[in-house]
C-alpha cells in the first residue's frame, strides 16, 4: 500500500472565467501562486463554467502540483454546490446539462466584468458570454445525485453565508440532500457549526479559499492524508476510512 | 381573515390543504431566504415566496404559519405539494407577481 501523506488542498479557486475573479487569476500565475502556498492539490471551480480547467491542469504538468476540474455551480434554488471531478471526462459531461439549464440571458461585462477562456500560458481564446452568475434551472438534490453518479464529489460551498449558502437560502439541511461534504467559513468552527446546526453531525465539513484574486490561493486550506491526490482517495479521506482522513487548518 | 376568503379574493390556486381553509390568517411575511423566514415569519401569518424547494414545507410546519402563497406561478415538484398535504400544511399559489397579489390582500381589508 502506498504511504498516506499530507496534501495541503484548495478547494474553490476561480480563474478568469468567473466574471467576479481578477484578471490576475490566469493558470501559470494560479499555478505558481499555489505553489508557493505549499499547495499540493487545487480544485479549479468557475461559477457555472468547466472551460478554464483543462489550462490549469496544463500549466501545473510537472510541478507536482494537481489540478482537480470542478465548477461553483449555482441551483435552481440559488445554492452554491461545489462539484469536483477526477479528470476531464466527467466534467465534459456536466458543462452541458449546466449550459442547457441557464438563464436565457447574456453576461453583461461592464456590469458583472468579464469571463474570459484561455490557454496554459494565459493567453485569450475566447470571451463566454452565457450567464453564469445566475441560477440553472436543476434543482440542488437533482445536481447532487448527477454529478456524485459521474463520480465527482457535491459539497455545497460556504454553507453558511445568507447569500448563495445552503443554510442562508434553505434554512434548514434538505432531507433528501446526499453530499460528500460540505464547506464552511473559517470564522465558523466546525464544532460551533454543529453546535448551531444539528443536521451538519454526519457532514465532513472542509474549508477553502474561493479565491478570486492571486493573494488569497491558500489562506484557507483543508490539509488531506492521502495516498495519492485522486477524487477517490479525496471520498476516502472524507469519509475517514481505510486510514485516509484530513483536517482544516 | 379565514383562508377561504383569502383564496377567493386573490383567486389562488389551493393546491394542498384544502380542507384547512377554515383557518384563520393574521398578517404577512414576505421572503424567499429561508433562513429569514425561520427568524423573522411569526405564526398565524400568510407567507409569500418564489422559494419552492420541499424545506419551505419543514419551515412553514415549524413555523405554524397559516398557508405558504408561492406566487408568480413558480413551478412546484410534486414531492413539495405532497409533503404539505402529508404535514396539513396549507400550499396555494398565485398566478400574479408578489406585489399585485398583497396588494390585492390589502385592497380586500385585510
Known amino acids: ?249 | 381573515m379565514k383562508l377561504e376568503k383569502i383564496v377567493a379574493e386573490l383567486d389562488l390556486k389551493v393546491l394542498a390543504g384544502a380542507a384547512q381553509l377554515e383557518r384563520e390568517a393574521q398578517g404577512c411575511y414576505i421572503a424567499d431566504l429561508l433562513s429569514c423566514v425561520m427568524a423573522g415569519a411569526q405564526p398565524g401569518q400568510l407567507w409569500f415566496t418564489l422559494q419552492t424547494h420541499l424545506n419551505i414545507i419543514a419551515i412553514a410546519s415549524m413555523l405554524e404559519v397559516a398557508a405558504i402563497v408561492v406566487t408568480e406561478e413558480a413551478p412546484i415538484a410534486p414531492a413539495t405539494v405532497e409533503r404539505a398535504a402529508a404535514e396539513g400544511v396549507v400550499l396555494l399559489s398565485s398566478s400574479e407577481p408578489t406585489y399585485e397579489t398583497v396588494a390585492k390582500l390589502i385592497r380586500a381589508n385585510y
Request: net charge negative; aromatic share 6%; glycine share 6%.
Open chain 1, 1 to 249: 500500500m502506498a504511504a498516506i501523506r499530507a496534501y495541503q488542498a484548495d478547494l474553490h479557486i476561480h480563474t478568469v472565467l468567473s466574471a467576479c475573479a481578477e484578471v490576475e487569476m490566469i493558470p501559470p500565475l494560479i499555478v505558481a501562486e499555489a505553489l508557493s502556498q505549499g499547495l499540493y492539490l487545487i480544485a479549479i471551480t468557475d461559477h457555472n463554467a468547466t472551460a478554464n480547467a483543462a489550462a490549469v491542469m496544463e500549466a501545473a504538468r510537472g510541478t507536482g502540483l494537481t489540478v482537480l476540474p470542478g465548477m461553483e455551480f449555482q441551483t435552481q434554488e440559488e445554492v452554491d454546490l461545489l462539484c469536483i471531478f477526477g479528470s476531464l471526462a466527467p466534467a465534459l459531461i456536466w458543462q452541458p446539462e449546466v449550459s442547457a439549464h441557464l438563464l436565457p440571458l447574456q453576461n453583461d461585462p461592464e456590469l458583472f466584468g468579464p469571463q474570459f477562456v484561455v490557454d496554459a500560458e494565459g493567453d485569450f481564446v475566447r470571451e463566454e458570454l452565457s450567464f453564469y452568475q445566475g441560477p440553472a434551472q436543476i434543482p440542488l438534490e437533482e445536481a447532487a445525485r448527477t454529478v456524485r453518479a459521474l463520480g465527482g464529489l457535491a459539497i455545497p460551498a460556504h454553507i453558511t453565508r445568507p447569500a448563495k449558502g445552503l443554510l442562508g437560502v434553505l434554512g434548514l439541511w434538505p432531507s433528501a440532500l446526499h453530499v460528500d461534504a460540505a464547506e464552511v467559513s473559517p470564522n465558523l468552527s466546525p464544532l460551533e457549526a454543529r453546535q448551531r446546526f444539528s443536521s451538519l453531525a454526519d457532514i465532513p465539513l472542509i474549508t477553502n479559499s474561493d479565491a478570486h484574486w492571486l493573494d488569497t490561493i491558500g489562506q484557507i486550506r483543508t490539509i488531506f492524508f492521502l495516498a495519492a491526490p485522486t477524487i477517490t482517495e479525496l471520498r476516502r479521506a472524507l469519509n475517514g476510512v481505510e486510514g485516509r482522513y484530513f483536517r482544516i487548518s
